[in-house]
């Protein structure tokens, strides 16, 4: 079975702090994928990044980055100088090789950025 | 623009009233697909659609029909609403590649009284 787990339910920073959201994933397939989302206080679900199971390269876009390490399975995501608009829930989700090709979620991480 | 557009945004009905919430994508993807989102529980998916005429069903369809007559609509059919379908729906499409980003509409607020 599948599962990802993000221990870290709420997080609250004061802006301008770099914050760390955790994810831990487990999965028997090979060859998978990992993504982040954020659902902003409007409700929709926006894509952040998709990385594969075979690149383990970090990756920075801006103020976002993400931290890969197969060895802990764990696919972490940093905000540096947080800002108020940064507020939202944080998913991050696996996709194996199932059929389906469905996202298995986790159950999020609200992030209260406080001016 | 590219996107993935639901309707209705908001909704409420009452138990047994037959509804259907539409899902149209303008990207040309391959697979579709529904989830539904709920406290405690996360996001699970409903059903999905590997292409036109192509469906079947996710972790938890019971109570819900889909139909992918047209490569970009794939409307979610509730016969008979039930108040345990109250949830924020999401339609996501992908552009089938295997390996493809899944891109989600704007959700649909549904209660069912």
């Known amino acids: 079975a599948q599962k990802v787990t993000q221990a870290q339910t709420e997080i609250s920073v004061v802006e301008k702090e770099d914050v760390t959201l955790d994810c831990v994933y487990e999965?028997?397939?090979?060859?998978?994928?990992l993504f982040w989302y954020k659902q902003p206080p409007s409700g929709e679900l926006v894509f952040l990044i998709r990385?594969?199971?075979?690149?383990?390269q970090n990756e920075i876009s801006g103020r976002y980055s993400w931290n890969f390490q197969k060895s802990t399975s764990s696919f972490n995501f940093t905000i540096t100088a947080s800002q108020v608009v940064d507020s939202a829930v944080y998913f991050c989700?696996?996709?194996?090789?199932?059929?389906?090709?469905?996202?298995?979620f986790g159950k999020g991480t609200k992030l209260t950025v406080n001016p | 623009e590219a996107q993935v557009t639901q309707n209705p945004r908001y909704l409420i009905t009452v138990t047994g009233k037959k509804l259907t919430v539409t899902c149209s994508q303008n990207?040309?993807?391959?697979?579709m697909s529904w989830y539904r989102q709920d406290p405690g529980l996360g996001l699970r998916q409903i059903y999905y659609?590997?292409?036109?005429?192509?469906?079947d069903k996710g972790d938890v369809p019971e109570g819900y029909k889909v139909s992918r007559k047209e490569k970009r609509n794939f409307p979610l059919i509730l016969e008979s609403p039930s108040p345990n379908q109250t949830s924020l729906y999401f339609c996501?499409?992908?552009?089938?590649?295997?390996?493809?980003?899944?891109?989600f509409g704007p959700g649909t607020r549904l209660l069912v009284l």
């Open positions: 990385r594969n199971s075979f690149d383990e």
């Open positions: 659609s590997m292409n036109v005429e192509v469906t």
């Open positions: 996501a499409s992908s552009p089938g590649a295997r390996w493809g980003t899944q891109y």
């Open positions: 989700a696996l996709k194996g090789q199932g059929g389906s090709e469905k996202l298995v």
């Open positions: 999965t028997r397939d090979t060859t998978y994928y």
């Open positions: 990207m040309n993807h391959e697979y």
